[in-house]
């Protein structure tokens, strides 16, 4: 059974800097891995997906990395900014290809 | 651009009735998800739906839950004699394809059992 890590729970940055979120899984046998933001009370929006055999995805600010083998991702953020404040979620297709499991998140808030 | 709309926003219903959240997912996407948040957890995985039937449905998914896509735009989750542990952010999620899309999602029904 796919299991997803987040690590930090939470995280707290003055604004400008950059920072890193982790994520890792159980089970290597990914189809891709897709990060997503929350706001408070909201629903989920798609940041970035990388596909099993990518290793990065870039867009804008964000650059989402993938090690299969070693089944972690990792998240950056560049020049963080207080409207980048939200929980930031994980997620992998599992074996099956058709449930997305997602990791608990990491609540990031930036202060200006 | 188009997006995941999901009614009620809030709903509000004693233990034991029966509850329906609808969803009306992107127009031209064919695979079909329910989610759900206890507040404070994780999101967790319900149900996925591809070609009118289950695709895949976890632990929690038990018989007290039934999807349906009545029509070609709504896709439905029932639950038929709620529970206070049902209590939780229900989202709809919907995607054009399988593996190589993302998953877009509403801004999710509240529900709570009184």
């Known amino acids: 059974k796919q299991e997803v890590t987040q690590i930090p729970a939470a995280l707290s940055v003055p604004e400008g800097e950059n920072l890193v979120l982790n994520c890792s899984f159980t089970d290597s046998a990914i189809y891709n891995l897709q990060w997503f933001r929350q706001d408070p009370g909201k629903g989920l929006t798609s940041l970035l997906l990388i596909q099993s055999s990518q290793r990065e995805q870039t867009s804008g600010r964000l650059n989402a990395s993938l090690d299969k083998s070693s089944g972690r991702s990792t998240l950056y953020i560049a020049a963080s900014q207080p409207g980048d404040s939200a929980t930031y979620l994980c997620a992998v297709f599992n074996q099956a290809g058709t449930a997305l499991i997602f990791g608990k998140g990491t609540t990031l808030s930036v202060s200006s | 651009e188009p997006e995941v709309t999901q009614t009620p926003s809030h709903q509000v219903t004693q233990m034991g009735q029966e509850v329906i959240l609808r969803c009306v997912p992107i127009s031209n996407h064919l695979y079909f998800y329910w989610y759900r948040q206890i507040l404070g957890q994780k999101v967790e995985f319900l149900v996925s739906?591809?070609?009118?039937?289950?695709?895949?449905k976890s632990e929690i998914f038990d018989d007290q839950f039934s999807v349906e896509r009545p029509d070609g735009s709504n896709f439905t989750l029932k639950i038929r004699s709620t529970k206070l542990e049902d209590s939780a952010m229900y989202f709809c999620a919907s995607s054009l394809g399988q593996m190589a899309f993302t998953l877009h999602f509403g801004n999710g029904t509240r529900l709570t059992v009184t």
């Open positions: 739906f591809y070609n009118n039937e289950i695709s895949e």
